[in-house]
């Protein structure tokens, strides 16, 4: 995850739940870090991830060997926009996740001073 993703996230989350949360050099040295560990968590081997990727290597494969040079070309630029899509999903996700609880707190403080 990059820096500028976690600023760039933050901002979309502030606009579509128009909330004011802010992210402090602290805070981009603390997700970074808790992300990569996110990340190696995250492809730990379950049985159930097991099972799952066995399933999609098989296939996979039986669709390659259907496919012609143009169309196996095509089928790895396809694999690769998904991998794009797939890291840009999990790094807003747990962005959000992040300024989440932060909102959290925020309101949760604000309730106790109500109180």
Known sequence: MKIDNVIKFTKQ??????????????????LLNMFQEYIELTFKVSPVYNEILD???????????????????LFDEWDIYKE???QYTSER?????????????????????IK
């Open 13 to 30: 989350f502030n606009k579509e739940f128009k909330t004011k949360i802010k992210i402090s050099n602290k805070d981009i040295r603390l």
């Open 55 to 73: 399933k999609i290597v098989q296939l996979e494969e039986k669709l390659k060997n259907t496919l012609t040079d143009e169309q196996q070309d």
């Open 84 to 86: 794009e899509l797939n």
């Open 93 to 113: 996700s747990f962005i959000y996740g992040f300024c989440c609880n932060k909102q959290f707190n925020i309101e949760k403080g604000a309730y106790k001073k």
